[in-house]
């Protein structure tokens, strides 16, 4: 059977193009990525963003088949919108269909800064304003606070892919301030992942996306070493756990 080592559950809005190829190309021998798409997501609305709480318990039942050891809930943006308890509760939810841990990507940035120490970072993403304020909102309840938010500004989240890596690249290094401690990469349809290296070695600081963050906590839950060398010093951190699984838990919010 495929996924011998690990079978990785994942659900991605159905417009999503980035987020399933990402996983498959960082994919180790004996792992195996099984996608379930949410319905709707195109335009980054409100009334969207909340509706795909609802329609991801449909794509958990079908991904539920193929017994995943871990599930991904694989939207920042959806998991972050209404706050840390409603990204909780889909965790929840999620699970409870599934009976395999959940992983969110708003919770696995707020997780992968925590877990570095990270408390001033600087973001990029593709959203519009109302969607950055809440991104900073939910980072702020863990104690996190955004420095500088550099944006596309763009509705459309099927556009969101067509911003090509080497502006990812150019729009990190223009927003990047010297108080920051790191930087993320938010949405899970921006090419990131290619060069968070060139980034990091750059900038002299760590350089997260919304894709390598949502792996490095599904690959930590099965205890599975990925090997990854070229995305990113997050990934390659796998190597140093020696294959043991850590329970997904929420990033502890700030008192």
Not at 33 to 39: E, L, N
Not at 40 to 62: D, I, V
Not at 128 to 148: D, P, S, Y
Not at 220 to 241: F, K, Q, W, Y
Request: proline share 6%; with cysteine.
């Amino acid at each position: 059977m495929y996924g011998w080592r690990g079978r990785i559950g994942l659900l991605v809005p159905s417009i999503n193009t980035t987020m399933e190829t990402e996983f498959w190309r960082i994919a180790p021998p004996g792992v195996s990525v099984h996608t379930a798409r949410i319905a709707g997501g195109r335009e980054g609305t409100p009334e969207e963003l909340r509706n795909m709480e609802q329609a991801s318990k449909h794509a958990a039942s079908e991904v539920a088949m193929v017994e995943p050891d871990v599930v991904v809930y694989g939207c920042t943006s959806g998991s972050f919108f209404e706050g840390p308890q409603w990204n909780d509760r889909i965790c929840e939810q999620l699970t409870a269909i599934t009976g395999a841990p959940t992983v969110t990507t708003a919770g696995a940035m707020v997780a992968c800064l925590s877990a570095n120490g990270v408390r001033k970072v600087d973001v990029v993403t593709p959203y519009v304003e109302l969607t950055n304020e809440r991104l900073k909102q939910f980072a702020g309840a863990f104690g996190i606070q955004t420095v500088k938010l550099g944006t596309f500004d763009m509705l459309d989240m099927f556009d969101h892919a067509k911003i090509l890596p080497e502006e990812i690249y150019r729009k990190v290094k223009e927003i990047t301030t010297p108080d920051s401690e790191a930087v993320f990469v938010a949405c899970t349809q921006l090419r990131a992942l290619e060069v968070l290296d060139m980034l990091e070695r750059d900038l002299g600081k760590p350089v997260y996306s919304a894709v390598q963050a949502s792996a490095w906590q599904a690959y930590r839950a099965m205890g599975v070493d990925p090997h990854i060398e070229n995305c990113g010093s997050l990934l390659r951190s796998l190597s140093a756990t020696e294959g043991t699984p850590v329970p997904v838990t929420p990033a502890r919010r700030s008192a």
